[in-house]
Structure formats: structure tokens, C-alpha cells
């Protein structure tokens, strides 16, 4: 007990971020979000996939025949990326516009955790239909709908507890290290409960038990971090130089105002959330749609996904511990472009290196039916279904693109992060980082829809309907070559004042202004005596 204990307080004394209180409650509350992204992106979608097939005429159709089962997951990312999208935005202005940032963001903090908590109750259905089908995917869009609200907010505080543009690129790192060191814990307890259970459990009890007990482990983080860290978040007071107001026509208009500013006044913001709104489209969905990939379309079993989820989120750990020293050797510009080109060869290549044989069920091999026949098809009907096989060493190959997409996403988010607080507006900072989520979600419905589309169409060709991300980091790639970001900071540079907190640049700013006055102050000293 003494072990345990002694192993929690040095995990909280790493959450100190040099002893700044803010910065600290900062680290805590975005890092206790950390293991309900992995958890909603990789086990409920699991979850939701058993659910599908469970639920699934004969003809391979949910939710009375509209879509197939294995469309579900697509259409959740659909669904609430377009909501999001809307909402992000719209919570920000209200956000910069009062003194109920804070409280704004406690509600939705609150409510995503309340979702988990019933997606674990629903799970416990004995015989699943199309309501339950449709209750989880109602969940799982309410979890990520509520996250990004929250995760908008809590990134408005970046620059407000910040001195400088490294610590920025450190507490980006740092923070991004513990979401993915989260992530991975929640990979190995649930590898270990999936241990624990043993191979000869049913897939679907296997997944809806590895989904409760993920979802178990995400209340619990929540909690370990949340009641003690958001009593230090501070409630930010009336904005400066502003009137406060949280009437609809006055919120519009400042959400127009901050869209149009993107394109007039801060330009390299707009071509930066451009190049983000491809790049986010792509990693965004490379989780989700991977994990859908890896069970029906190279016939990998949930425990082995698990595992693979594992390498991914270790790996990513390193890779977000590497920005802040990379910022320190190149330009901030040349490390996003490089991250961005390292997912266009990834994107490329994995569908293919991972896929596995489909064959026709019930005619080329002795695949049995008690899970892929729920509802009794006859002989004839189970003949024109397919089943994935894994091809020799598939599982292997997993593991090394497991080891690549981690890589890749350990760096990619902490990158793109300071880039944005290096170039928003001062007292603009939940607004703008609500039209971040915007970019972020106005393209990333795109990718899982093509893949709908790609494989509602082709037949046995799911590692097409993969391929789809690929062309999304490309033109992320190509929009970013137009960034500039000196230009972007000269831009903000006036506005820095307008900040709360440490203000970020405003410091430099007010030593630079200071330095001016007593270099003229000695300049009329030494004109009156000469005088």
C-alpha cells in the first residue's frame, strides 16, 4: 500500500510545471481528458462495431437495412463532426465575451464523463437491436461533441500561463506526453484484463467487457486529476476593454468578426487554420477508422488490436517528449512540414501492407457462423457474406505501423498546437481556438464519409475505402508551405495587452517598450546637460 501511494504522489509532483499554480491546474485538467480520447477513438468504437454486427439483418444492414454494420463508426465521426463544428465556435465567443469561461467549461468536462458512464450501462444488453445500436452511437457522438467543447476552453488558458514562446513548446510537450501517457496506461490495463480473460472468451463479451473495463479507468483518471486541478483554474473576470455580453446577435457578430479577421486583418492565421483543416481531417480519423480497418478488413481479432493500440500510444509518448528539443534545433515551420510529409508516406502505404484475404463465407473455408449469424440466416444467405482472414505475419506488420502512427501523432498535435498560440489575437483566445476546432472539424466528417462511400461501393476493397486519408494530408502539406510566421506575430503584436495572465509576448513586449523609455529618459538627461 505504501508502494502505491508513494507511486501516485510522484505521478501528481510531475504535474508541477515550475511551480506555477495555473500552468500546473492547466497540466492536470487537459491531461485528465487523455485517456478518454484513446478509450472513445479505440475500445467503445469496438464496442460499437460488436454492437453493429450483433444487431445485423441478414444482409449485413443496421438501423432497419439504411447502412451496413460496418459503416457505424464512419457515421458517428460523420455525424459529430459536423455538430461540433457548429458549437465549437459558438461556445468561444461566449467564452471570450463573459466571465463564464470557466464555468463553460466545467459543464462540458462534466457532461463527457457522464456519457462514458453510459455507454458502459448500455454494453450490459443482453440481446442488442437497432435501439441499442443506436443509443451507443448517440453516446459515443455526445462524448466527442462535449470533449472538443471542453478541450476549446482549456486551451484558451495556454498562452495566459505562459511567459515565453518555449515554454509554450514545453508545456504543449509536456502536456501532449501525459495524454499519451494516459492513453497508453489504459492500452495495458486493458491488455492485462484482456490477458486476464483469456483467448477463449466470445469476441463480442470480450469487447463490450475491455470497453467497461476502459471505461472504468477513464472515470477514474477523470476524477484523480479534475476535483483537485479545477479549483486552481482560475475564473477569468470581464474581459478587457470589452462590455460584457452574452446576447446571441452579439456573439454572432463577434463570431463573424473573428472569420473575417482570419482573411483581412491576421491572414497567416487563415492559411495556417487552412493547412490544420486537412492535416486534422487525416489524423483524426486514422484511429478510429484503423481500428474499424484492422478488424474487418485485415480479420485481426480485438485483443490483438488492443495490443497494437498499445505500441501505438507508447510510441507516441517519445514523440511528443521530442517537439520542445526539436523547436530548440529548427524552425517551428519546418518541424510541421516535415510531421505533415511523414503522414502523407504512412497514409499511403499502411492499407495496403495491412489487409487481409477475403473469402466467401461458407464456401472456401469452415468459418463458423455463431457470431456472424445473430439472426438465423438460412444457408443461401450466409453464402453471399465474406470474412477476413489475416495474412501470414499480419499481426507483425500491425505492430510496425502501430509503432509509425504513434510516432506520428505523438508530434503532430503538440506542433500545431504552438503554432496557434503563437498567432492568435490577445483576448481572442477561446474564440479563435474554437474556430481551430472548426478547421479541425469542417473536414473531418470528409474522410470517414469517403470511406462510407468507398466501401459501401466496392465490394471486399476496405483498404481502398482506407486509402481515403492519404490525399487529406497532402493538401495539408501543400497549404502549408504558404505559412509565414513572423508575419503572423507582427500581426498580433498590438493586441498582446489585451491578454490575461502572464500574457505571452506582452512581457517581451512591455521590456521592449520599457527599455525604449529609459534610453530616451537618458537621451533628455544628457540634452539638458549639455544644455
Request: glycine letters at 8%.
Amino acid at each position: 500500500m505504501n508502494k502505491v501511494s508513494t507511486f501516485a504522489r510522484n505521478i501528481w509532483g510531475c504535474f508541477n510545471y515550475k511551480n506555477k499554480e495555473e500552468a500546473s491546474a492547466f497540466l492536470k485538467l487537459s491531461t485528465s481528458r487523455g485517456s478518454a480520447t484513446v478509450y472513445s477513438a479505440l475500445y467503445a468504437t469496438i464496442a460499437l462495431t460488436f454492437l453493429a454486427r450483433l444487431a445485423e439483418d441478414c444482409d449485413g444492414n443496421i438501423l432497419g437495412g439504411s447502412i451496413k454494420s460496418s459503416s457505424a463508426i464512419a457515421s458517428t465521426i460523420f455525424i459529430e463532426g459536423a455538430i461540433t463544428a457548429i458549437l465549437s465556435p459558438t461556445s468561444g465567443v461566449i467564452a471570450d465575451g463573459s466571465s463564464y469561461r470557466k464555468l463553460m467549461y466545467m459543464i462540458f468536462h462534466c457532461a463527457w464523463i457522464a456519457m462514458i458512464v453510459l455507454q458502459a450501462i448500455i454494453v450490459t444488453t443482453d440481446e442488442p437491436n437497432d435501439t441499442t445500436v443506436l443509443s451507443y452511437m448517440a453516446t459515443l457522438i455526445l462524448v466527442s461533441v462535449f470533449l472538443e467543447l471542453s478541450i476549446t476552453l482549456i486551451n484558451a488558458y495556454i498562452p495566459e500561463v505562459t511567459d515565453n514562446e518555449q515554454d509554450v513548446h514545453d508545456l504543449n510537450a509536456r502536456t501532449f506526453a501525459f495524454l499519451n501517457g494516459f492513453q497508453l496506461l489504459l492500452a495495458l490495463f486493458v491488455a492485462g484484463a484482456g490477458i486476464v480473460l483469456g483467448s477463449d472468451a466470445d469476441p463480442d463479451e470480450s469487447a463490450f467487457t475491455l470497453s467497461q473495463i476502459g471505461a472504468g479507468f477513464v472515470i477514474f483518471v477523470w476524477a484523480y486529476l479534475t476535483i483537485p486541478a479545477i479549483g486552481k483554474l482560475p475564473a477569468r473576470g470581464k474581459p478587457k476593454g470589452t462590455e460584457e455580453s452574452i446576447g446571441s446577435c452579439s456573439k454572432v457578430n463577434a463570431l463573424c468578426t473573428n472569420l473575417q479577421e482570419t482573411v483581412t486583418t491576421y491572414p497567416q492565421v487563415g492559411i495556417f487554420l487552412a493547412s490544420y483543416m486537412f492535416f486534422f481531417a487525416g489524423v483524426n480519423n486514422v484511429v478510429g477508422l484503423a481500428s474499424n480497418f484492422l478488424l474487418e478488413g485485415a480479420g485481426i481479432e480485438p485483443f490483438e488490436v488492443a495490443l497494437a493500440s498499445a505500441a501505438l500510444l507508447f510510441f507516441s509518448v517519445p514523440g511528443a517528449l521530442l517537439v520542445a528539443p526539436l523547436m530548440k534545433k529548427m524552425p517551428v515551420k519546418k518541424a510541421y512540414l516535415i510531421c505533415v510529409f511523414y503522414w502523407v508516406a504512412v497514409s499511403a502505404v499502411g492499407p495496403f501492407a495491412m489487409v487481409g484475404d477475403a473469402k466467401e463465407a461458407g464456401k472456401n473455408n469452415n468459418t463458423e457462423y455463431e457470431f456472424f449469424n445473430p439472426n438465423n440466416c438460412t444457408l443461401e444467405q450466409q453464402e453471399t457474406r465474406t470474412t477476413v482472414e489475416p495474412k501470414g505475419g499480419a499481426f507483425f506488420i500491425v505492430l510496425i505501423f502501430a509503432i509509425l502512427y504513434g510516432i506520428g501523432i505523438g508530434t503532430a498535435f503538440p506542433i500545431s498546437q504552438s503554432i496557434m498560440v503563437m498567432i492568435i489575437p490577445g483576448g481572442k483566445e477561446a474564440g479563435y481556438f474554437g474556430l481551430k476546432t472548426v478547421a479541425a472539424k469542417l473536414l473531418a466528417w470528409a474522410p470517414a464519409l469517403a470511406f462510407v462511400t468507398v466501401n459501401e461501393s466496392l465490394e471486399n476493397r476496405i483498404d481502398l475505402a482506407f486509402l481515403v486519408i492519404a490525399p487529406f494530408f497532402v493538401m495539408a502539406l501543400l497549404t502549408g508551405l504558404f505559412i509565414d510566421l513572423d508575419k503572423a506575430q507582427e500581426d498580433i503584436k498590438d493586441t498582446l495587452h489585451l491578454r490575461h495572465g502572464a500574457q505571452i509576448g506582452a512581457r517581451e513586449l512591455m521590456k521592449e517598450d520599457a527599455a525604449i523609455a529609459v534610453q530616451v529618459e537618458e537621451t533628455v538627461k544628457s540634452e539638458i546637460h549639455s544644455l
